[in-house]
């Protein structure tokens, strides 16, 4: 029975993981700095956590990571191939410590973005300086001037979706069905 429920988290996930990548794909719009706002990929990112914990939630942001190496590769660094495609991504498992709890999932997206902004922020510093306009003078600030507008648009949007009464009635009714089952 042990085997069946690892089975049936596996699979959530990896579905999950492969609606994160389909939601890259479908961008809403893009920043003028650089950076699209998707289809709430970072939701689909951080539900694994929420639904089972931080371990799974850990793997499938990175294996996100790992599949977007794949598909859209920029690496300037092996520091910078870490904190892009594996920290950026993996951080959405912090959802795993809010597992079940009211406004768990909120919570857990939101701090995942802030992380990710975190960690965004330090790649844009250390790796991509030279992109920053001529004269700039404190490339903190530039960094998290381009990362934060693009992740804080998309979290307000997943913030405002998550909580129509329906569509948190739906997230949680899937939590307790896949939950059950995998136990």
């Avoid at 890259?24 to 914990?53: C, D, H, K, N």
């Avoid at 859209?72 to 660094?77: D, E, K, L």
């Avoid at 903190?140 to 934060?148: E, P, R």
Wanted: proline content about 4%; overall charge positive; glycine content about 10%.
């Amino acid at each position: 029975m042990l085997q069946n429920s690892k089975v049936r988290i596996l699979a959530t996930c990896a579905l999950l993981l492969a609606v994160a990548l389909i939601a890259t794909e479908i961008r809403l719009f893009r920043m003028p700095q650089g950076g699209s706002v998707t289809l709430f990929r970072m939701l689909w990112l951080a539900i694994p956590g929420y639904f089972f914990g931080l371990r799974a939630g850990f793997m499938t942001g990175t294996a996100y990571g790992l599949a977007r190496l794949i598909t859209a590769t920029y690496v300037v660094h092996p520091a910078q191939f870490v904190l892009d495609y594996f920290l950026a991504f993996a951080v959405f498992g912090v959802s795993g410590f809010f597992q079940g709890q009211k406004f768990g999932l909120i919570i857990g997206v939101t701090l995942g973005t802030m992380l990710r902004i975190a960690i965004s922020t330090i790649s844009g510093v250390l790796f991509f300086v030279q992109f920053a306009p001529e004269g700039t003078r404190n490339f903190w600030i530039w960094s998290l001037g381009v990362n934060a507008p693009v992740m804080l648009t998309e979290l307000a949007m997943i913030l405002v979706f998550v909580l129509i009464p329906p569509v948190m009635g739906a997230i949680e009714s899937m939590r307790l069905k896949v939950t059950a089952a995998a136990s």
